[in-house]
């Protein structure tokens, strides 16, 4: 598979800091916590999740979105599906090709062919990782590099499933404490220089793998429990977060990133924020 992205196709992603210009979501207007699936559902399992709430934090998402001029594609939501909202696991662009994901928990199987639906009706072509289990929130592309969190829901068989797949990318496999569920919890690239980590929950191999390769901000537990860690680069070091992260975003602001700030925190009552609810399809390198 050639890193040599061309423009004309319609999905294109070679980082997760270029200028996002197409990415899918789903509004979360079936959004509940059904089965605890991990440790912050846990926590707000008896307070719920305010539908409207997170309904019009979600539209707000959007909109912060589109004014950036990013093409945002809303896909049909169920009332089956209490996770759609969390695109980003379904399914993910690696170069120019775009995967779709086998999801590991029973809540959530379905999803993926929503997604699929979608594709076939826009003639998007596609990878579907049927035998694998794999899911997009494990899953971080920087140039040539691929890093695939080893966790509950991403096992090693996919991650050298995609070594022979992805033979011009460097596929690495990363272990991490799997309470944290997906690796974008604990770890995040924004910029070819700069990445955000949650340490404790990393081996200190790939801590030291990351520390040569990046300037790091260090989140706290507290922030990293408001998954300070799961930000969105939409481009342009511009990054959307959650206004509570205030630690990480004065630390990104001194970096000279804007950070634009959105309230989605009822939905990260379900234990993901801006990146978790987004499958970018195209990121130009052109800008």
Same mark, same amino acid.
């Given at each position: 598979?050639? &890193?040599?992205?061309?423009?004309? =196709?319609k999905?294109?992603c070679?980082?997760?800091?270029?200028? %996002? $210009?197409?990415?899918?979501?789903?509004e979360?207007?079936?959004?509940t916590?059904?089965?605890?699936?991990?440790?912050?559902?846990?926590k707000?399992?008896?307070?719920?999740?305010h539908?409207?709430?997170?309904?019009?934090?979600?539209?707000?998402?959007?909109?912060?979105?589109?004014?950036?001029?990013?093409?945002?594609?809303?896909?049909?939501?169920?009332?089956?599906?209490?996770e759609?909202?969390?695109?980003r696991?379904?399914?993910f662009?690696?170069?120019?090709?775009?995967?779709?994901?086998?999801?590991?928990?029973?809540?959530?199987?379905g999803?993926?062919?929503?997604l699929?639906?979608?594709?076939?009706d826009?003639?998007?072509?596609?990878?579907?990782?049927l035998e694998?289990?794999i899911?997009?929130?494990d899953v971080?592309?920087?140039?040539? &590099?691929?890093?695939?969190?080893? =966790?509950?829901r991403?096992?090693?068989k996919?991650?050298?499933? %995609? $070594?022979?797949?992805?033979?011009d990318f460097?596929?690495?496999?990363?272990?991490?404490?799997?309470?944290?569920l997906?690796?974008?919890?604990?770890?995040?690239?924004?910029?070819?220089?700069v990445?955000?980590?949650?340490?404790?929950?990393l081996?200190?191999?790939?801590?030291?793998l990351f520390?040569?390769?990046?300037?790091l901000?260090?989140?706290?537990?507290?922030?990293?429990?408001?998954l300070?860690?799961?930000?969105?680069a939409?481009?342009?070091?511009?990054?959307?977060?959650?206004?509570?992260?205030?630690?990480?975003?004065?630390?990104l602001?001194?970096?000279?990133?804007?950070?634009?700030?959105?309230?989605?925190?009822?939905?990260?009552?379900?234990?993901?924020?801006?990146?978790?609810?987004?499958?970018?399809l195209?990121?130009s390198?052109?800008?």
């Amino acid at each position: 598979m050639s &890193t040599n992205p061309s423009f004309h =196709s319609k999905v294109s992603c070679f980082s997760e800091y270029d200028p %996002l $210009k197409r990415v899918i979501v789903c509004e979360p207007h079936y959004m509940t916590i059904r089965d605890v699936i991990n440790e912050t559902q846990k926590k707000f399992k008896d307070e719920g999740i305010h539908i409207e709430k997170a309904v019009e934090q979600h539209y707000k998402f959007v909109q912060t979105m589109r004014e950036h001029d990013i093409e945002v594609i809303l896909l049909p939501y169920h009332k089956k599906f209490p996770e759609q909202v969390f695109t980003r696991d379904i399914g993910f662009t690696l170069g120019q090709t775009t995967f779709v994901a086998k999801m590991a928990s029973e809540v959530r199987k379905g999803e993926e062919d929503v997604l699929k639906q979608w594709l076939d009706d826009e003639e998007i072509s596609y990878f579907n990782l049927l035998e694998d289990r794999i899911e997009g929130g494990d899953v971080i592309i920087d140039r040539d &590099t691929v890093y695939v969190g080893l =966790s509950d829901r991403t096992n090693e068989k996919a991650v050298e499933h %995609l $070594k022979g797949l992805l033979s011009d990318f460097d596929v690495k496999g990363i272990p991490f404490i799997e309470t944290f569920l997906h690796l974008d919890c604990v770890f995040n690239v924004v910029s070819p220089d700069v990445a955000l980590i949650y340490p404790e929950a990393l081996t200190k191999e790939d801590i030291e793998l990351f520390s040569s390769r990046y300037e790091l901000i260090e989140v706290s537990k507290d922030e990293q429990f408001t998954l300070g860690t799961n930000v969105l680069a939409i481009g342009n070091n511009k990054i959307i977060s959650l206004p509570v992260n205030k630690k990480v975003n004065e630390q990104l602001r001194n970096k000279g990133f804007e950070v634009i700030e959105v309230d989605i925190t009822e939905i990260i009552k379900s234990g993901g924020s801006f990146r978790c609810c987004t499958m970018p399809l195209l990121r130009s390198t052109t800008e």
